[in-house]
């Protein structure tokens, strides 16, 4: 039941954007797309969350494809505390979140 | 406004012991989540519930492991006689309201060891 695709790790420069993709390609018409991260010893936080359009609130944007397939999280400046573990998930019908094994971001000073 | 409340934060247990993890909602939240995080990994969504009511528990192992969401208090995730592959951290989330559209709210744990 692995839905979702993303890197295993990445890196970026403090204070410099950063695109964190996924690929989500047997996705359904009314799945909706959630982004969690999660900080080392610390639950799961909320990031975002959108169906079809891109999605802007005060942590971050995201762009969703136009076939909905895939979809990109941009943290417009990544600071060291955005450092963590990022989980692009879909919401099926039920309420139940399929956490991939994330994205995990190191930010370097 | 307190948030998704665990306890307790670290649990230790001998095998074949039983160990209760509680899980207190955030005020006004009615639905609760029970995932999983074995080491290295991605959570796994275990059981949902609501007052009084299990709505879907399709990620539960079918042996040793219980959850209940009482009309009054915490919900409960119980695993008996328990084993070292139990080892894991535990997380409970919870939601106002159910919606594929609605934020699910987590605490910070339970992590349990099993000697």
Known sequence: DAKTTQPNSMESNEEEPVHLPCNHSTISGTDYIH??????????????????????????????????KSSTLILHRATLRDAAVYYCILLLAGNQFYFGTGTSLTVIP | NA??????????????????????????HSHVYWYRQLPEEGLKFMVYLQKENIIDESGMPKERFSAEFPKEGPSILRIQQVVRGDSAAYFCASSPIRGQYNEQFFGPGTRLTVL
């Open chain 2, 3 to 28: 948030g998704v409340m665990q306890n307790p934060r670290h649990l230790v247990r001998r095998r074949g012991q039983e160990a209760r993890l509680r899980c207190s909602p955030m005020k006004g």
């Open chain 1, 35 to 68: 982004w969690y991260r999660q900080l080392p010893s610390q639950g799961p936080e909320y990031v975002i969350h959108g169906l079809t359009s891109n999605v802007n609130n005060r942590m971050a944007s995201l762009a969703i494809a136009e076939d909905r």
